[in-house]
């Protein structure tokens, strides 16, 4: 079955400073990845996600993936992270012939401190 | 586009009560999600429609659970009776189409289960 794993449970950073959030996904063929940032109260938001191609993804709000195969891995990334980045972060998964279920890790609370 | 519309907000019941939480996808979508999300945990598929037929209910509870999209547009997603464990936040999601990833996530219901 596909799983997630989100070592980190809760990480604080200071405003300014480079973030890493990581992600590790059962092996499979093809999978499809994702994160998304859940702020309190509010539904998941998109980040970005890779299906195929180019393997650092670009996404919305500075944020960017590298998906590794070799490390079954897609960790989140963000050069220089803003107070308004403290939120719930979770990376997903979904395979082909999976009808586009998505399987979620636990998340990763994100604080950032001023 | 208006986004994934959900009600109530919250919900707050005691044990053994039955409750029901409503959604109106994104005009167009023929698919829609229902997923559980456990404080401390990431969303957990409960039941995947296809317009009006289910795709996968694998993981729905059904001597409690129990969920319909009408004419395949709106859904319900019904608990009778509910168990203290059953508190959580229900989110409803939507896409496109079948086999497809472009989620739109509604804001949620959270139910306490008193």
């Known amino acids: 079955a596909q799983s997630v794993t989100q070592p980190d449970i809760h990480i604080t950073v200071s405003e300014g400073a480079s973030l890493e959030l990581r992600c590790n996904y059962s092996y499979g063929a093809t999978p499809y990845l994702f994160w998304y940032v859940q702020s309190p109260g509010q539904g998941l938001q998109l980040l970005l996600k890779y299906f195929s191609g180019d393997t650092l993804v670009q996404g919305i709000k500075g944020f960017e993936a590298e998906f590794k195969r070799s490390q079954s891995s897609f960790n989140l990334r963000k050069p220089s992270v803003h107070w308004s980045d403290a939120a719930e972060y979770f990376c997903a998964v979904g395979y082909t012939g999976t009808a586009s279920k998505l399987t979620f890790g636990t998340g990763t609370r994100l604080q950032v401190t001023l | 586009e208006a986004g994934v519309a959900q009600s109530p907000r919250y919900k707050i019941i005691e044990k053994r009560q039955s409750v029901a939480f409503w959604c109106n996808p994104i005009s167009g979508h023929a698919t829609l999600y229902w997923y559980q999300q456990i404080l401390g945990q990431g969303p957990k598929l409960l039941i995947q429609f296809q317009n009006n037929g289910v795709v996968d209910d694998s993981q729905l509870p059904k001597d409690r659970f129990s969920a319909e999209r009408l004419k395949g547009v709106d859904s319900t997603l019904k608990i009778q009776p509910a168990k203290l464990e059953d508190s959580a936040v229900y989110l409803c999601?939507?896409?496109?189409?079948?086999?497809?990833?472009?989620?739109?996530f509604g804001s949620g219901t959270r139910l306490t289960v008193v």
């Open positions: 999601a939507s896409s496109l189409r079948f086999s497809n990833y472009g989620y739109t």
